[in-house]
């Protein structure tokens, strides 16, 4: 028995049906045990940490639950792309890192995220590990137009819980970029940014970023 991470298992042609939308479990004669709908809940951290590093999928986990996430757009990869670019050169000089999705992002016990974008100051930050990070100073998520409540609220409360001090979120719909600051258990608007403005933040007082450059690069 072994788990197919994002596939059609039945060996059908991928062009005439439709794949399987989540992980599944076969067996050795791949036969179809179960799939990711039926095993929501079950799942362990071992197990997700094994199928995400695997997939080339985004995947993110909740207490046992599993989250197939969609493959980013043409535009969602170009903005991601422009916005590395800026906080590389925003951290190179002082000795931080930045990283870009799919790395994993350990919230809690239970519960990782795949950030678009997440930095540290240091890059030898001991939080910094080679399956996931164990938190970061920085995350940035470009809002999906499936889910645009994912990256607006749930991770909004995701990494706050997760004590992270600034969260970024880039809206291509309606081409804003807000920034948040963590106080106490809760982010506050430090600002949100329009065309014709620069986004800047609070633990990299030197970034600003155009906005209209951002969501032009798509």
């Known amino acids: 028995m072994r788990v197919v991470p994002v596939a059609d298992s039945t060996g059908r042609d991928m062009n005439e049906a439709p794949a399987i939308t989540g992980p599944c479990v076969v067996a050795t004669d791949d036969c179809r045990l179960a799939d990711a709908e039926v095993l929501q809940g079950l799942w362990t ?8 590093g695997v997939s080339n999928r985004l995947i993110e986990f909740t207490d046992g639950r599993i989250e197939v ?14 916005l590395l670019l800026h906080l590389l ?3 190179r000089g002082a000795g931080g890192a930045v990283f870009y999705a799919p790395p994993r992002l350990r919230v809690r016990e239970g519960k990782f995220r795949e950030p678009d974008l997440m930095l540290l100051l240091d890059a030898d930050d001991p939080r910094s590990q080679d399956a996931y990070w164990l938190g970061a100073d920085l995350v940035m998520e470009i809002v999906s137009a499936d889910d645009p409540a994912r990256d607006l ?3 909004r409360q995701d990494y706050a819980e997760a004590s992270i001090p600034e969260y970024w979120v880039v809206n291509p719909m309606d081409e804003t970029i807000s920034v948040l600051v963590l106080e106490g258990s809760r982010y506050v608007e430090r600002g949100a940014f329009a065309r014709g403005e620069s986004a800047r933040g609070a633990i990299l007082p030197d970034l600003a970023v155009d906005v209209s450059a951002v969501f032009d690069a798509g």
């Open 45 to 52: 951290e071992e197990q997700y940490l094994a199928v995400s």
């Open 89 to 91: 050169d925003a951290v």
């Open 153 to 155: 609220r749930v991770k």
């Open 69 to 82: 996430l969609p493959m980013p757009t043409r535009r969602h990869q170009a903005i991601s792309l422009h």
